[in-house]
């Protein structure tokens, strides 16, 4: 089993910058991809950023150029760094990984979950 724990949400004004965390405890292998997902009310889940194992990283077309996925050098650590927020990128952060699987979308859609870090922006 992997455990996820997500943190560093809070709420900011648009244009502001947050940085969310995800530690990874228990059975989890540095070579399973990375994900973070989020999800606002009343809306679906959306991919927002991966790392496959390879390294490569991939995001959401909405996030392109404003967030950055990117893990520990020396360490299992996962980060988001989102900078230019907006209010629509409002919504609960969910960190994700799985073995075996990579792409965004489809990393961490069916194994694990954190419970997620809380994200809001005001305009």
């Known amino acids: 089993q992997v455990q996820l724990v997500e943190s560093g949400g809070g709420s900011v004004q648009a244009g502001g910058s947050l940085t969310l965390s995800c530690e990874p405890r228990?059975?989890?292998?540095?070579?399973?991809?990375m994900s973070w997902y989020r999800q606002a009310p009343g809306k679906e889940r959306e991919a927002v950023a991966v790392i496959n194992r390879d390294g490569r990283t991939d995001y959401a077309d909405s996030v392109q150029g404003r967030f950055t996925i990117y893990k520990h050098l020396t360490n299992t650590m996962l980060y988001l760094q989102m900078s230019d927020l907006k209010p629509e990128d409002t919504g609960t952060y969910y960190c994700?990984?799985?073995?075996?699987?990579?792409?965004?979308?489809?990393?961490?859609?069916?194994?694990?979950w954190g419970q997620g870090t809380q994200v809001t922006v005001s305009s």
């Open positions: 994700t990984t799985e073995p075996g699987v990579h792409g965004l979308g489809r990393c961490g859609r069916h194994a694990y």
């Open positions: 228990g059975n989890f292998y540095n070579d399973y991809c």
